[in-house]
Each structure stands twice: as structure tokens, then as C-alpha cells.
């Protein structure tokens, strides 16, 4: 069996494209993050304060993120890991790119929403040092309330936010192209 640190060295973060589409779709059923088709993919790949990206390994792509850049605030509306592939680090690796991606673009803090019973992705984002600050109630559904995140990035001057304050640093043994 191929060693943990040998697969994720060979994982490539790039760009989303329209062929990428069939394999974030599948990548994505079942998630929360179902709820968005093709053709909405299809717009994100469009607007201009949206980045999409993909996480690959030599034999396809194994996760996904979609975040917006607006008026200096980020919002990341996806992340997500092949079923598969998950607790190897690709979740919290897209994630940091995000981050790195977000403070490059002028971005002074980063949002996000995660059903409350995510225990996977509250953890992931705490452990980057999101911290929660509000609830949505029912916006899964009757009784699936939704728990707004946010954390500040590093260099940001907005001092009143409450919130951690981040390093945004890549692993060094992926590379994004
Ligand atoms: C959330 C998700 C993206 C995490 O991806 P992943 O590749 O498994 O995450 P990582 O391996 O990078 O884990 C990073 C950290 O997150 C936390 N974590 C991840 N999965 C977890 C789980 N099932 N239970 C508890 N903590 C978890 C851990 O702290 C983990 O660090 P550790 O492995 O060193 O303990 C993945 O579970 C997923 O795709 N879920 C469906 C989509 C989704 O819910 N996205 C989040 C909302 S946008």
C-alpha cells in the first residue's frame, strides 16, 4: 500500500475546468453541497469574484472548493473530499489555499456556513482557526440549523473582529498551479 505522505505528495491543486464538473458532482452528492447543479457550477466557473479549484491525484480529482471574494470579504461556499479519500489531509489542504488565495486577493476576513451535526467540517475550520459566530436557524431544512464561521486574515487592520487570527501557509509538499 502506498504511504500516506507518498499519495498526498502527489496531489495538485489547480483550477477548476468544465470537464472537472462530472467528478465534482459526484464528489459533491450526498453533501449539503448537493444543492448545487451543473449549471450552477458552470456560473461559478463564470463570475469573476469566484475561484474554483480542484484537488487532484494522479488518477482524478478528489476535492473541490468554491470560494468569492467581495468588497474585501471572502465567503467559502464549498469544500469537499472524495468519501474515499477523506482524514488525509486534503480537506484541511484546500482550506489553507482558500486562505492563501483570499489574503492575496486583499481579503480582510473569511466566512463560511456548515450544517450544526458536521462534526467533519466544524472541526476542519476550528482547526484552522475559524471561530463560530451565528447560527441560521432551519437553513438545511426544518431543524438543520446552520452555524456561521469567520476568522480574520493574517495582516487584516480590522482589529474589533473577536476572532483568531490565521497563518495562511501552505504544506510544503503540495504545490498549487
Ligand atoms: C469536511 C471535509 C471537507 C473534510 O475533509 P478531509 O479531507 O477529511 O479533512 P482533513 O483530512 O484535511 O482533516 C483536517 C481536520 O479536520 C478534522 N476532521 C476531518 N474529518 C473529521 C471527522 N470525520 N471527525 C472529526 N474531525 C474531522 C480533524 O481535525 C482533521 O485533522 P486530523 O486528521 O489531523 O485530526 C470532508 O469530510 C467532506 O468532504 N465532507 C462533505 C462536505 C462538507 O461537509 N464540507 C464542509 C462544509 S463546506
Redesign the pocket.
Known amino acids: 500500500m502506498q504511504a500516506r505522505s507518498e499519495a498526498t505528495a502527489a496531489w495538485r491543486l489547480r483550477d477548476m475546468a468544465e470537464a472537472d464538473l462530472d467528478a465534482v458532482l459526484t464528489?459533491?452528492a450526498g453533501?449539503?453541497?448537493a444543492g448545487l447543479n451543473r449549471d450552477g457550477l458552470r456560473r461559478e466557473l463564470q463570475l469573476p469574484f469566484a475561484s474554483c479549484q480542484v484537488l487532484a491525484a494522479a488518477d482524478g480529482v478528489i476535492?473541490y472548493s468554491i470560494h468569492w471574494v467581495v468588497a474585501g470579504e471572502a465567503e467559502?461556499?464549498?469544500?469537499?473530499?472524495?468519501?474515499g479519500?477523506?482524514?488525509?489531509?486534503?480537506?484541511?489542504?484546500?482550506?489553507e489555499s482558500v486562505l492563501e488565495r483570499v489574503g492575496r486577493a486583499g481579503a480582510t476576513r473569511c466566512q463560511?456556513?456548515?450544517?450544526e451535526e458536521?462534526?467533519?467540517?466544524?472541526?476542519?475550520?476550528?482547526?484552522?482557526g475559524f471561530c463560530e459566530v451565528g447560527r441560521r436557524r432551519d437553513y438545511y431544512g426544518s431543524g438543520r440549523d446552520s452555524l456561521l464561521f469567520e476568522c480574520r486574515i493574517m495582516g487584516s487592520k480590522d482589529s474589533t473582529l473577536p476572532n483568531a487570527e490565521i497563518s495562511i501557509t501552505m504544506h510544503k509538499s503540495h504545490s498549487a498551479f
Open positions: 464528489i459533491a453533501t449539503d453541497l476535492g467559502i461556499h464549498a469544500v469537499a473530499v472524495s468519501a479519500i477523506r482524514r488525509q489531509g486534503a480537506g484541511r489542504l484546500l482550506v463560511l456556513e456548515v450544517a458536521n462534526a467533519a467540517g466544524r472541526a476542519l475550520y476550528t482547526g484552522l
